[in-house]
């Protein structure tokens, strides 16, 4: 995470604006922060910007067409971890009453992000082709 691995980094694809993530989800985090305390809007920022962290990388996919077998399982593990998490937020709203509203709408949001990313998953990599965006 602190160097750059020189031999897949393409300078002129790496455009994505980061600064928007940011932005947005301290935005995000004054008005609907979990609780309205410096901890609260802290946590809240950093569930938030969880939630869209994501994009850059997905960005990128987007710009190349394609991705390696090895990145797109990545993805797919990550997508796969907030999918599984709002499975546990509804069994444990039934079971404990529990609510999050916070957590819960950046996880839809992190999951719908994900949705295109995982059809192409499911009707090309694990069928053996390489990751490629339809053009």
Request: a positive charge; hydrophobic letters at 50%; aromatic letters at 22%.
């Amino acid at each position: 995470m602190r160097y750059t691995y020189k031999s897949t980094y393409d300078a002129a694809l790496d455009t994505f604006r980061i600064e928007f993530l940011l932005i947005g989800a301290a935005i995000f985090a004054f008005v609907f922060p979990d609780k309205l305390t410096v901890i609260g809007v802290l946590w809240s920022f950093s569930i938030y910007l969880e939630s869209v962290a994501i994009m850059p990388q997905l960005f990128q996919t987007q710009r190349t067409g394609e991705a390696d077998t090895i990145t797109a399982h990545y993805i797919f593990a990550l997508g796969g971890y907030r999918a599984l998490y709002l499975l546990n937020w509804v069994y444990r709203y039934y079971v404990e009453g529990y609510v999050d509203w916070v957590a819960w709408l950046a996880g839809i949001v992190q999951t719908l992000l994900y949705a295109d990313f995982f059809y192409i998953y499911f009707t090309r990599v694990l069928k053996g082709k390489k990751f490629k965006l339809p053009v």
